[in-house]
């Protein structure tokens, strides 16, 4: 009987060949692997599935309670549980169980020690990660005796503590109890790290139960999800996590010709991109590789190596090409899958079949997806994208779409693994996405709810924590989710969504909360007629809203300072657009919507204490409106010398804040800036010059250009058709010049 332990670095594809290579050679009874043990029943699905995927470790009922173990093709672990699969080997994991793990109040602090930072160092080299791919990466065998002999000497005098010591307790108990059933040939597989402590004469079991004994536990549920490469280089674990998980992947998969391949491979992402790259580049490249490292004395090119191969043959000195090569291939933006017969919560499966329905299909890379809908299909994927986003499970993302029209939008779509954690916590809402959703919705109408989850931060063994906040949504935010029910097509939702806006509108006093949560409502009626998901009573709403705006707007306007007229500004800009979005309800007279609104800007704009950035800008908005046929009178007495220069200059800020054409097709507007322009002092110019440099830097630079070339056009500031008097005896020297090159006499 013997036990054979293998340590490995946990993503390495030199350790993944050679422990593949080992256990075919041993032929082990039974394999144990560092892991929860809580996941020995879906051991049996790996080979149906495609890597990177992870375990997830979750605590129903708990979103901060969660943990991922992350495995690649080029996993140590993974290979060895396909060989025991494939072999029919039982094969356990033996790290402390999840439930644990989970239960405990403390996160698994780093180690003091960095086992391979301090063989680096004793070996000469000053980059952990260059001595552990010379050492044994580019092997083509792994050196286990000396990888234990060299931690057992790190080791010497360590006592490990705390999470550490229970980890390496459990591991020594489920090596016991393999022992005990008689097995002749027993392999683990674990962190080098952990080789000195499953090895050599083991402690007493009594002080492994010490260790081990009253620990907490709690209720955990695992299964497999899909992980990224791009999740794999991001996470951290104790010294686990790779950087260049697709250098990795290239490594074990390609064993013959690393380098040549790889660097093929650059120039044709290159080209791709439309870059000039040809086969004497990539020859160049290869010879720039090997001689580095030839000169470095590594037995292959490394990542370093190649990398600067790439930047100064392929890429030619160009950063942004070295980091689309460092993007696509050195991190890579595969995502693993997994079958149907993997643990699902029924949500998870309603998505599932939703995206077979939709034909989209979770991509780990960037994606732009540009929707018509006109069109069911295209109609059928935004209703999904926008229940998910109510879910907390950000798949797509709204961009602005191209091309104008309601029937258009665009999305940037990116799945991240942690949306199968949102997914499982959002279980108990429903068994559909659309069930789900429309559950989230009247929830958060009308009881605290906790924060979407933004995903645990995944550690081999780690937990990850998300926090969640309570409380009601305030008026705005339950217009805004008024608009995402409708963008969803949730019409189960819509009623109390709706009545828990009408209470809390009707209860809400302050004007500028209306102003903020009108926009919304006035989007959602629209867009709910445009997608064929009207809601009722929401006319009635908005108009209800538009009218207190209409009697409180007035109040709320006196004394503001500058800040605070900054800030009111924009919620009547965004409420006059909303307006424009509402049906015309009137007689004709001025009785609509828009009338009403425009008939309070009037009567507002009319007072003579108004902040001149408010007066300004409500001036503007009614000529454009063709409200007001005096805005030049409107603007020579906000310009006068009876107010101070900064007054004229936020007036003339807000008026011009709809854009400078104005100023080049009225010449008498232009004409009356010029003026007060020219009048003002070297003090009063200086004053007024942040907020004139801020107005006119706003402006597109075909505007700047028009206004300047019809101030220098206008002549004097006597106004822009002014005509300057003719100064005889100066002109006559410069007629008698010009005569003399054209050769003639002046008479």
Do not use: N
Request: proline share 7%.
């Amino acid at each position: 009987m013997g036990v054979t332990v293998l340590g490995v670095r946990h993503h390495g594809p030199g350790s993944a060949r050679a422990v593949r290579a080992e256990l075919e050679r041993l032929r082990p009874g039974v394999v144990l692997i560092e892991g929860p043990p809580e996941a020995d029943g879906l051991v049996g699905l790996a080979p149906e599935l495609e890597p990177p995927v992870a375990l997830l470790a979750h605590v129903p009922g708990r979103p901060d309670a969660a943990a991922f173990w992350p495995f690649a093709a080029f996993s140590p672990e993974w290979q060895a549980m396909l060989y025991a699969t494939e072999a029919g080997v039982p094969v356990r994991f033996c790290d402390l169980p999840a439930a644990c793990s989970l239960a405990a109040d403390e996160d698994e602090r780093p180690r003091e020690t960095d086992p391979i930072g301090a063989l680096a160092e004793a070996a000469g080299y000053d980059d952990p990660e260059r001595w552990w791919e010379d050492v044994v990466e580019h092997r083509g065998d792994t050196p286990f005796e000396v990888i234990a002999e060299a931690m057992a000497a790190v080791r010497e005098g360590y006592v490990p503590a705390g999470r550490e010591a229970r980890r390496e307790a459990y591991m020594r108990r489920t090596l016991r109890v393999a022992v005990k059933e008689g097995h002749e040939r027993i392999a683990v597989v674990c962190g080098a790290w952990h080789v000195p402590a499953l090895t050599g004469p083991l402690p007493p079991v009594k002080d492994d139960d010490a260790v081990l004994r009253g620990m907490p536990r709690v209720k955990a549920a695992l299964t497999w999800v899909p992980w990224t490469y791009g999740r794999l280089a991001w996470w951290s674990g104790y010294g686990a996590g790779v950087s260049s998980p697709g250098w990795y992947d290239h490594l074990f998969t390609v064993p013959d010709r690393p380098v040549e391949r790889w660097l093929a491979g650059a120039a044709a992402v290159l080209r791709e991109e439309g870059l000039a790259v040809s086969p004497a580049h990539v020859i160049e490249a290869v010879r720039l590789a090997e001689g580095l490292a030839a000169l470095r004395g590594r037995p292959l090119a490394g990542l370093g190596e190649v990398t600067e191969a790439v930047r100064a043959v392929l890429c030619e000195g160009d950063e942004l090409a070295v980091e689309l090569v460092q993007r696509r291939m050195v991190v890579g933006d595969r995502l693993g899958r997994v079958t149907d017969g993997t643990p699902m919560v029924p949500l998870q499966r309603d998505l599932r079949d939703q995206q077979r329905v939709t034909r989209l299909r979770p991509e780990a890379a960037d994606r732009r997806l540009d929707l018509d809908l006109r069109k069911a299909l295209d109609l059928a994927r935004s209703r999904l994208l926008h229940r998910l986003r109510l879910l907390g499970v950000g798949w797509g993302e709204p961009v602005e779409a191209r091309g104008k029209g309601t029937f258009r939008e665009s999305w940037a779509l990116r799945w991240r693994p942690e949306f199968d954690l949102a997914l499982i916590e959002r279980a108990a809402l429903g068994t559909t996405v659309a069930a789900a959703a429309s559950r989230h919705a009247r929830d958060q109408a009308t009881t605290p709810v906790p924060a979407p989850a933004t995903g645990p931060t995944p550690g081999r063994g780690g937990r990850g924590r998300a926090g969640g906040v309570g409380g009601g949504l305030s008026l705005a935010g339950l217009t805004g989710l008024v608009e995402q029910c409708l963008l969803a097509d949730l019409p189960e939702a819509l009623p109390e969504v709706l009545g828990a806006l009408s209470a809390r509108a009707a209860v809400d006093t302050d004007v500028t909360h209306l102003m903020a949560a009108l926009p919304a409502m006035a989007r959602a009626h629209r867009y709910g007629d445009v997608r064929g998901t009207p809601a009722e009573g929401l006319a009635v709403i908005v108009r209800s809203m538009l009218d207190r705006i209409c009697v409180g707007l007035p109040v709320s306007v006196a004394a503001l300072d500058d800040g605070a007229a900054a800030a009111l500004l924009e919620h009547v800009d965004a409420v006059h657009a909303a307006v424009a979005l509402l049906e015309e309800d009137g007689d004709g007279r001025g009785e609509g919507p828009r009338g009403r609104w425009l008939a309070t800007l009037r009567g507002i704009c009319d007072r003579p204490e108004l902040h001149g950035l408010v007066e300004g800008r409500l001036t503007r908005i009614l000529l454009d409106a063709g409200e007001l046929g005096d805005a030049g009178d409107r603007m020579s007495r906000a310009m006068s010398r009876g107010g101070t220069p900064a007054r004229a200059a936020a007036w003339i800020e807000g008026f011009l804040a709809g854009g400078g054409l104005l100023l080049v097709h009225d010449p008498r507007l232009l004409g009356l800036v010029d003026a007060w322009l020219s009048g003002l002092g070297d003090q009063q110019f200086v004053e007024v010059l942040p907020l004139l440099r801020r107005t006119f830097g706003g402006f597109a630079v075909p505007e700047r250009r028009a206004i300047g070339e019809r101030v220098r056009s206008a002549g004097a500031p006597g106004g822009p058709e002014g005509e300057r008097e003719l100064d005889a005896e100066r002109a006559a020297a410069a007629a008698t010049t010009v005569l003399a090159i054209l050769g003639r006499r002046h008479g």
